[in-house]
């Protein structure tokens, strides 16, 4: 859950840098979850009353929570190498989601990239970086 409340809280709509397997399988998890969760009381209150309210609370998580899923998409593209707007893939029927899936789910790249440092890794000091460059003392 702390997944899921740090990409809706802290990354609400940050489109830049990389995000980790973890982070982003672990906030789609729990969004599924509360997705399926109001649909199944949306759909038991709609049997029981015709009051629409339960399909509202729906709809404005899933308005509310589609920056935060897209951005952590995004950044977990970024986390592969990949630009995020290899997102337009979902477009393509079938193939497109597919494709997405198997982006989301490759290791990252390990070190930096051109998107940020390693998440996974973030204090790693890469010692080969290092050769060359003048060794600074205070």
Do not use: C
Request: glycine letters at 8%.
């Amino acid at each position: 859950m702390n997944w899921y409340l740090k990409v809706i809280k802290d990354n609400y709509a940050n489109f830049n840098g990389r995000a980790r397997r973890q982070e982003y399988w672990m906030f789609t998890l729990f969004h599924v979850i509360i997705v399926f969760v109001l649909a199944f009381l949306s759909g038991a209150l709609a049997e029981s009353a015709d009051s629409p309210v339960a399909l509202i609370v729906l709809l404005i998580y899933v308005l509310a929570t589609f920056l935060p899923a897209l951005a952590v998409t995004v950044r977990r593209l970024h986390d592969t190498g990949k630009s995020g707007w290899y997102y337009l893939l979902t477009l393509i029927p079938y193939i497109g989601g597919i494709i997405l899936l198997v982006f989301t789910v490759q290791n990252g790249d390990v070190g930096p990239n051109q998107y940020g440092p390693d998440p996974k890794h973030p204090d790693a000091n890469n010692e080969i970086d290092d050769i060359g460059k003048p060794l600074i003392e205070d």
